[in-house]
């Protein structure tokens, strides 16, 4: 049944490159060139993720250092744009109006 309806069928229902019945693309030796880069490609990273760079016993605590410079870096260009302590003798020293000059 299905043979006699591909073989009576002209053309492909629907839109031809998408859906349950569209048509396939030709495989040309470009993409299976591309693909075969891309395999090799994905092989090499395979290989170097698989080879660490430190032991664990090396990696462990190893940035701790600068991580604390950074964070002291920060740290300090938040406090520059902090403005400087004003203290409440500065604001009323306007009022000191009854001392004299002797004390």
Do not use: V
């Not at 049944?1 to 002209?10: A, E, G, I, S, V």
């Not at 016993?57 to 002291?72: G, P, S, V």
Request: glycine share 2%; aromatic share 14%; hydrophobic share 30%.
């Amino acid at each position: 049944m299905f043979l006699t309806l591909t073989l009576l069928r002209k053309g492909t229902p629907g839109k031809q490159w998408i859906g349950k019945y569209r048509r396939f693309r030709p495989i040309t030796w470009q993409m299976k060139r591309n693909m075969l880069k891309h395999l090799e490609r994905e092989a090499e990273n395979e290989y170097w993720i698989s080879r660490p760079y430190m032991t664990p016993e090396q990696e462990y605590c190893h940035a701790a250092e600068r991580r604390a410079q950074n964070w002291l870096k920060i740290k300090e260009s938040n406090f520059s744009n902090f403005p400087e302590h004003k203290y409440i003798t500065d604001h009323l020293s306007h009022l000191r109006i009854t001392k004299t000059w002797s004390s």
